[in-house]
């Protein structure tokens, strides 16, 4: 009961397992980060309603204590049953043991036909959910995209009557706005912890270019594909934002994507673009 319901939970929507087993086979605990908990209630009501045998109680927690959280309740096993992870947490907490292999279920399930809406093969990233011994340790759900949110009253006092399409034209925008109006132009988070925006934005201007921090060659064989200039590169963009006040500079003491300080800014009409 216990591998079949874990199965069908992880099939449905969510990506790792604890080791320790549950106390009761039909109650199942899981952890959430993000924050489309009302959504993500009522996909468990419509499970819990096809499996009435099954209780499901959401767990939330915040992206910022997530990890370590998680890692002190692994290591006395008192973690959540099913967790929400970043896809690069899967192969460390695979290894620290703090995580339990999918193989079985997936096989029992049917690799073909019962998880997700094509089966198992369809997934995409499930190299991402391997652990260094070659076992499955999480389950692809969801994958996001990055896209600019703007004002378009401050775009227009700063003399614009669209979005910038381009690194160096999103660099000035947010420029002219600051220096027209008084107001924020580009707004970011650029502090650092445990899962900083800034390395999403840094990853996408560096993509943008053709560069990756870790590359595959036709050997198989892994390499740096980015050079120390690059990387400056990089850093320099985003830290002319400060420099200037464009970006103000508070926003070093934040670090998560959608903070609170970005949203009341936009909503109050002092941050241009987000």
Known sequence: MVSKLVGAVLGGMVLGSLSAGAGDPAAITFRYHDSEAPEMQAALDDFQAANPDV?????????????????REAAVGEAPDVV?????????????????PL?????????????????????????????????????????DT????????????AGYERPPNSWAGLRQASLDVFKKTGKAGWAFAAGTCATPSI?????SFWWS????????????????????????EGFDYFNQYLRAGDNPKSMTSVCLLGPQEIVEG??????AIV
């Open 146 to 157: 990055l896209a600019i949110f703007y004002n378009k009253d401050l775009l227009h006092l």
């Open 266 to 271: 936009v909503a109050e009409g002092n941050i």
């Open 209 to 232: 270019k053709g560069h990756a921090l870790i590359d595959q060659d036709a050997s198989g064989k892994y390499y740096m594909h980015i050079t120390p200039q690059q990387i400056a």
């Open 103 to 143: 193989d079985a279920d997936i096989a029992k399930t049917g690799a073909k036909s019962k998880i997700g809406l094509k089966g198992w093969d369809d997934f995409i990233a499930r190299d991402l959910a391997v652990g260094p011994d070659g076992k499955t340790y999480a389950i692809p759900f969801t994958t």
């Open 84 to 100: 929400e992870l970043v896809y690069v947490w899967t192969r460390p907490f695979a290894a620290a043991g703090a995580l339990a």
């Open 55 to 71: 209780h499901v109680t959401m767990q939330r927690l915040g992206w910022g204590e997530a990890q370590a959280q998680y890692l």
């Open 199 to 203: 390395w999403f934005y840094l990853n």
